[in-house]
């Protein structure tokens, strides 16, 4: 599917005007609905709240594209990702045999066999997460790219695969998806039938990963419960931004690795059931 996929894409890229002509133009038509049923000063709010959220938006734009442009720093940073942090991971990945052993060779011998079997825990938490997020996010991309495919939407393969990778930020990635995909299909057929299908599509989707796929592939690894999900989404997207996100569910898997150890090792102590005390003494 690659000499597809690129085909989609170059596709896409040639239709990227037409499309945002589309948008503005779907825009404007919203706007002079609304100057027809709202006052003029509710349009007036309107506009200039609209105005207000623009000129911040291409001001961070502009802003970010002179700091790229201007400060050598943040050059300096784009060379680091792109080649120094491949050399780090190289020499990690050869020497981490060797970074493990010295790391347990400095664990407190009284201590040491609980450490490790702590980190194990979490090295399996954590690998448990990523196994049952690619799977998900595999399973989702193929079949967003069989539905879409089947209903006769353009560029459904490139647009599975965007769903497909942004699935593992947990909600936000379906919902560029559909908003992608209602877009497109506006443009396309400019019907209401089409668009509630793709929707359906989409709410289907949603349900099978969120209520199927996740808890089967994803929860039982790391034993998260929805609630707490959508908590550490908030509080770490809250507390660090977009890297908090991505970083949510496996801190939290993490997290509750050690949170359990302290429950158990609480309910295995004297202040949990003072007849222990008794019968260690």
């Not at 399973?139 to 699935?167: D, E, P, R």
Request: without cysteine; glycine residues 8%; aromatic residues 8%.
């Amino acid at each position: 599917i690659v000499p597809l996929l690129e085909l989609q894409a170059a596709q896409l890229m040639r239709a990227a005007p037409a499309v945002a002509g589309f948008v503005h133009d779907e825009a404007q038509h919203l706007l002079d609905l609304a100057q027809k049923e709202l006052p003029p000063d509710q349009i007036q709010k309107a506009q200039d709240l609209i105005g207000g959220w623009t000129g911040a938006a291409l001001g961070w734009l502009a802003g970010l594209v002179e700091g790229l442009l201007t400060r050598s720093l943040a050059i300096e940073h784009v060379l680091a990702l792109l080649l120094i942090t491949r050399l780090v991971a190289f020499f990690m990945l050869r020497d981490w045999p060797t970074i493990v052993a010295k790391i347990d060779d400095l664990l407190p011998r009284a201590y040491a066999q609980t450490i490790r079997e702590q980190l194990r825990l979490v090295d399996a938490t954590i690998s448990g997460y990523i196994h049952g997020q690619a799977l998900v996010s595999l399973i989702v991309g193929i079949y967003y790219a069989i539905a879409l495919s089947i209903v006769g939407l353009n560029f459904a393969f490139i647009l599975a695969v965007v769903v497909g990778i942004l699935s593992f930020i947990p909600y936000a990635g379906e919902a560029i998806g559909v908003v992608l995909a209602i877009s497109l299909a506006a443009m396309q057929w400019g019907t209401w039938g089409k668009i509630i299908v793709i929707g359906v599509i989409f709410l289907v989707g949603h349900l099978a990963a969120g209520d199927v796929l996740q808890p089967k592939l994803i929860g039982s690894r790391v034993h998260l419960h929805q609630v707490r999900v959508i908590f550490a989404l908030l509080a770490f997207g809250e507390l660090f931004g977009f890297l908090g996100v991505l970083l949510a569910l496996p801190a939290a898997a993490v997290t509750g690795v050690l949170v359990r150890f302290a429950l158990t090792r609480y309910r295995q102590s004297s202040l949990y059931d003072p007849e222990r005390a008794d019968t260690s003494g």
